[in-house]
């Protein structure tokens, strides 16, 4: 059971948006803390997508957005792709478990 | 070229120790603090540890504290992970990433060693 919850899976067609929410408490995201996304393709290791809420790393394409409310943030993609065919994590600090926390992981499937 | 490559993976018996290596290149390793953060078959991405970019302070998960043991030295830009009294569920792919001071995100991440504990 991760601290922070997603949707284990989401789809949607070529050309498409989808949003992946990412839900904490008042221990984590709702405490004020960055929430940060994270891509995995398969059989790859993670890559930044998304930090500190809203910020794309050099490279990442503006179909990719970042939001953040009260205790829980989105990731937005538009115009998908084949190959935004990946898994998706958010991330956060958690002042309980003093450390870093991690979604449980959205699985994106390109229709 | 921003780059971290992690070594000392395989297979060992529960109750082992093995101690993992991450080598870093293409930037100032001491600016900058790091973390382990590990992903069982198949599972999430969890957070393991975070050191410090002198290596004074260190985090831990709940899951691991007491048994990893994280540090790094900087005069061979290179980050460790000591783990001892080794669990089958502590099996997974093991990954350093490079962090921020004044945040917990990574923006750099090694492929990965594998660890596999028996039974």
């Known amino acids: 059971q991760s601290v922070l919850t997603q949707p284990p899976s989401v789809s949607g067609a070529p050309g498409q948006r989808v949003t992946i929410s990412c839900s904490g408490s008042?221990?984590?995201?709702?405490?004020?803390?960055?929430v940060h996304w994270y891509q995995q393709l398969p059989g790859s290791a993670p890559k930044l997508l998304i930090y500190?809420?809203?910020n794309r790393p050099s490279g990442v394409p503006d179909r990719f957005s970042g939001s953040k409310s009260g205790s829980s943030a989105s990731l937005a993609i538009s115009g998908l792709q084949a190959e935004d065919e990946a898994d998706y994590y958010c991330?956060?600090?958690?002042?309980?478990?003093?450390?870093?926390?991690f979604g449980g992981g959205t699985k994106l499937t390109v229709l | 070229e921003v780059q971290l490559a992690e070594s000392g993976g395989g297979v060992v018996q529960r109750g082992g120790s093995l101690r993992l290596s991450c080598a870093a290149s293409?930037?100032?390793?001491?600016?900058?603090?790091m973390h382990w953060v590990r992903q069982a078959p198949g599972k999430a991405l969890e957070w393991v540890s975070r050191?410090?970019?002198?290596?004074?302070?260190?985090k831990y998960a709940d899951s691991v504290k007491g048994r990893f043991t994280a540090s790094r030295d900087n005069n061979k830009n290179s980050l460790y992970l000591e783990m001892s009294s080794l669990r089958p569920e502590d099996s997974a792919v093991y990954y350093c990433?490079?962090?921020?001071?004044?945040?917990?995100?990574?923006?750099?991440w090694g492929r990965g060693t594998l660890v596999t504990v028996s039974s």
């Open positions: 050191i410090s970019w002198d290596g004074t302070t260190t």
């Open positions: 293409g930037f100032n390793f001491d600016d900058y603090p």
């Open positions: 991330q956060s600090y958690d002042n309980t478990v003093s450390g870093s926390v």
């Open positions: 008042s221990s984590n995201i709702g405490a004020g803390f960055d």
């Open positions: 500190v809420n809203n």
């Open positions: 990433a490079k962090g921020f001071s004044l945040n917990w995100y990574c923006d750099v």
